[in-house]
């Protein structure tokens, strides 16, 4: 995902699967007082998850290509 960053591209890829593997974790576990869950908290959990599988599957195993 940040070929440009050359050496650096493994770690930069690793703190952005940490990242985005808390932002979606915290999103969807997230609940409120009721303990009803926010559908816009749902909706950007899934969609870091989303991204946290690309990188993963993609740049950091290299397991499929997606374009």
Same mark, same amino acid.
């Given at each position: 995902?940040? +070929?440009? !960053?050359?050496?650096? +591209?493994?770690?930069i890829n690793i703190?952005f699967l940490i #990242?985005?593997?808390?932002?979606? $974790?915290?999103?969807? =576990?997230?609940? %409120?007082?009721?303990?009803?869950? %926010? !559908? $816009? =908290? *749902? *909706?950007?959990?899934?969609? !870091? !998850? #989303?991204f946290f599988m690309? $990188?993963?599957?993609? %740049? #950091?195993?290299?397991? #499929?290509?997606?374009?």
């Amino acid at each position: 995902m940040f +070929e440009f !960053a050359g050496y650096w +591209e493994g770690p930069i890829n690793i703190i952005f699967l940490i #990242v985005t593997a808390g932002i979606a $974790v915290h999103a969807i =576990r997230h609940r %409120d007082k009721d303990g009803k869950s %926010d !559908a $816009v =908290r *749902l *909706l950007f959990g899934c969609i !870091a !998850a #989303v991204f946290f599988m690309l $990188v993963l599957f993609q %740049d #950091v195993l290299g397991l #499929v290509t997606f374009s």
